[in-house]
């Protein structure tokens, strides 16, 4: 038995081992394979040398896993533990092959042996549930004592303030009681999307709190009030919007024409020359605004959840007006409405890669009480400033903005992350002004949509790495002034700090070249901006010894998956040979954002590391009828996508090393990383159709964001287990978890409640991505009585 599955291990590496030769990798699979089928035959004749042969083998590979991996456990684990397992179960076989073949079978050597070996094994196994983290410094967090005037009243925005700092100012749970947190009370909104594996269906809701009231939006858009103390439903709106690829709703936003609790975002409008306050606070004094994926925005009482009759047709506003044609609902809102003084801004999601022609990009911003078209944006038609007509249409194409926006109400800025043009892999159908504004951070007066600058993070882009977080507008300290920053990461895994007033980086960008490609019709930028000053996190290039699996056997099919694939970096221009894209088009760094510690001048990151197949194929006419499983036609181009997929191996593991997602902490003072840790574990994933059950903490792709507290927390559940986690923010170290019914992809808030003084943590829970679990929570936990 053993001889045969020596065997069989030996072919498989002898075959598969040459083939990575022959792609130039490494010949150590091919000497192994061979290795092994000496040493099966030796097993199954039983030949004396099979036992000295398997140490030759054990000691060969366990110097080149050194020299390959140095004393990182990752590697090593992959490489080493099945030997060692192999080593021990054949230490206690080798006794009875040495009886067979005449000599003294030396039990209890090979029993000592086979047990010390069983022990490293065991050790090893152990070794895996092992805190990981990398604890460098200690940020300075969780040093300032909340006042009474600095207390947080409301998390009235979706980033908690409109500037997008994910920031709670209360410390009433703090790092010496936060393990005393229980399950206050949970809400089930009934709304769970038919979303196998999430892709497009699934709650992504970051609820919002004023007074004594919750609000929160479900995937299909429908809002609902709670009582922020007791969880009690107040009153339900059912909107229940459809769309056929997708049903989520990151956000809603809040506005109060009474004046007595407004939301922080309405002082901007102080600021404008032609501010004129509004005499009569309409049919709905304070009003709930969403944007929902069927493509619409709705204004809804705040206190009955009446439709604001007052507001567009009947409480809502048709956005495919002007639009133009649409194709199959390839148009939505997907993140939430952005109050800006008295308008609310709407970007949308415009479908990737189907075509050349698709709607605008268009940024546009409506009256928050009468739900009028007030101004209009267009990267690709400057001349647009609000409705299109037949001599000043919506540019079709255009970039779009689909994560969520922040405003600063001090310079009256709207701050716009935009993504790219359709297709995004090829732009020979782009012009200046669609490439000016592409994956860029812009600002434009929030009274009018004038651009007041804007900021590029990558030159024509050809990857789909637009922006892809709210920009978080905080302090950054900078020759002993707080100066005011904007700051947001990109899906390459580089942070930017820029000059909130003028858009100029307060840390340094170098432009470095990247290489160009060959494709038709196609130009290429010659240089890409770097973000030198501050941590890339997670985001290297990759060479074959970094190629990770479960066993042996994945990690090679994994090299060979390697050496198979172009990879120049991470901006491998798209081509018609198949490429390795790391990170990929997710990220890097996604919608989840930053959260900050503004006492102490701290960020936190969340990111994944996941590497994408690419491959495009020419047309031979412009009409050339496609292969069925073509998902992605790039219609109108020379060219379509032939294969983009995760850079996976055969049992859906990231083939790179973990972690494959960290949460980390960045010292703005010194613009370096604190503390780093795995996010997240194995325990609830499911492979090849088995839950893994262990909580071996390898650090897992993250979608969803972090909260701060004034307590030095931080507070997290995007991870692909069922936890939500308390860190101490200043060093990484996890204080308190607590198991959610099903996995989160959304962001925790906290808020304080006016009627007993309590602080509440909150979490949305309906699923995390790719994960076959889902459920309609909102889970609120406070300390124990």
Not at 95 to 101: G, K, T
Not at 395 to 405: E, F, I, L, T, Y
Not at 683 to 709: E, K, N
Request: include cysteine; glycine fraction near 10%.
């Amino acid at each position: 038995m053993l001889g045969s599955l020596f065997g069989a291990s030996g072919a498989f590496f002898l075959i598969e081992g040459t083939q990575l030769i022959f792609l130039g990798g490494s010949w150590y699979y091919t000497l192994c394979g061979i290795g092994l089928l000496g040493l099966a035959w030796g097993l199954i004749r039983s030949k004396l040398f099979a036992g000295p042969l398997y140490a030759v083998i054990f000691v060969a590979t366990l110097l080149w896993a050194f020299w390959e991996s140095g004393l990182d456990f990752w590697p090593l684990f992959a490489r080493m533990f099945i030997f060692v397992v192999a080593g021990a179960i054949l230490s206690f076989a080798l006794p009875s092959l040495r009886r067979n073949s005449g000599a003294l079978p030396e039990t209890r050597k090979y029993a000592v042996v086979g047990i010390v070996l069983g022990l490293v094994a065991i050790g090893m196994f152990i070794s895996t549930f092992q805190d990981r983290g990398m604890y460098l410094a200690k940020a300075p967090t969780g040093m300032v004592p909340v006042t009474s005037q600095t207390e947080q009243k409301n998390w009235d925005n979706y980033g908690s303030n409109a500037q997008g700092e994910r920031f709670a100012a209360l410390d009433q749970v703090n790092k010496t009681n936060v393990q005393n947190l229980e399950v206050a009370w949970t809400y089930r909104h009934g709304d769970i999307p038919d979303s196998p594996n999430g892709l497009g269906r699934e709650d992504l809701n970051t609820p919002l709190q004023i007074g004594n009231h919750v609000y929160l939006c479900t995937p299909n858009n429908n809002i609902v009030a709670l009582d922020a103390t007791t969880g009690k439903q107040l009153w339900k709106a059912i909107i229940d919007s459809q769309n056929k690829t997708w049903a989520r709703c990151r956000g809603i936003a809040y506005f109060d024409g009474t004046g007595a609790a407004p939301n922080r975002a309405q002082a901007g409008v102080l600021q404008r020359e032609n501010y004129i306050p509004a005499a009569d606070p309409g049919a709905c004094p304070r009003r709930i605004l969403t944007n929902t994926v069927d493509t619409q925005l709705i204004a809804i009482d705040a206190d009955t959840g009446e439709f604001c009759s007052d507001f567009g047709t009947g409480g809502r506003v048709d956005l495919k007006a002007g639009m133009g044609v649409i194709p199959d609902q390839r148009y939505k809102q997907t993140s939430g409405p952005t109050l800006a003084g008295d308008v609310v801004v709407i970007g949308a999601f415009v479908d990737d890669n189907l075509n050349v022609d698709m709607p605008s990009g268009v940024i546009r911003a409506f009256d928050v009480r009468t739900g009028e078209l007030r101004w209009a944006w267009d990267s690709g038609n400057p001349a647009v400033k609000g409705a299109p007509t037949a001599d000043v249409p919506y540019s079709r194409s255009s970039p779009n903005v689909w994560a969520p926006m922040s405003y600063d109400s001090e310079t009256d800025l709207v701050f716009l992350p935009t993504g790219n043009n359709s297709p995004d892999v090829w732009g020979g159908n782009r012009d200046a002004a669609r490439d000016k504004y592409s994956s860029s951070i812009v600002a434009l007066h929030a009274s009018d949509g004038s651009v007041a600058w804007s900021f590029q993070s990558v030159h024509h882009d050809l990857w789909d790495f637009d922006v892809p977080m709210q920009p978080t507008l905080t302090s950054f300290p900078k020759d002993g002034k707080q100066v005011p920053a904007v700051i947001f990461g990109n899906k390459q895994g580089m942070i930017f700090v820029l000059d909130r007033h003028t858009g100029q980086p307060l840390t340094k960008v170098e432009e470095r070249p990247v290489p160009a490609g060959e494709l038709m019709g196609e130009h290429y930028s010659p240089t890409q901006p770097f973000s030198v000053d501050m941590p890339q996190i997670g985001a290297q290039k990759l060479t074959e010894a970094d190629m990770w699996g479960a066993s042996p056997f994945d990690q090679l099919l994994c090299r060979i998956d390697f050496k198979s694939l172009r990879n120049s970096g991470m901006y491998s221009p798209p081509a018609t040979d198949r490429q390795l894209v790391f990170p990929g088009s997710l990220g890097g760094f996604n919608w989840g954002g930053i959260s900050v510690d503004p006492t102490g001048n701290t960020i936190f990151v969340n990111d994944l590391r996941l590497g994408l197949r690419m491959q495009l194929a020419g047309r031979t006419s412009p009409d050339e009828a496609l292969p069925k499983s073509v998902s992605l036609p790039m219609g109108g181009s020379p060219y379509y996508i032939k294969e983009k997929s995760r850079f996976l191996s055969p049992l859906g593991i990231p083939c790179q090393e973990p972690p494959f997602g960290t949460v980390s902490a960045i010292d703005l003072h010194s613009g370096k990383v604190a503390w780093t840790v795995p996010a997240g574990g194995v325990q609830d994933s499911v492979v090849m159709g088995v839950r893994m059950t262990l909580p071996i903490p390898v650090g897992l792709p993250t979608i969803g964001g972090s909260m701060a507290t004034q307590g030095g927390l931080l507070f997290f559940a995007a991870t692909q287990d069922y936890f939500l986690r308390a860190f101490d923010s200043s060093n990484g170290k996890l204080l308190w978890k607590g198991r959610l019914p099903v996995g989160s992809q959304s962001t925790p808030i906290s808020y304080k409640s006016p009627v007993t003084g309590e602080q509440f943590i909150l979490i949305s829970a309906g699923g995390a991505r790719n994960s076959p679990d889902r459920g309609d929570y909102v889970i609120a936990y406070k300390l124990k009585e």
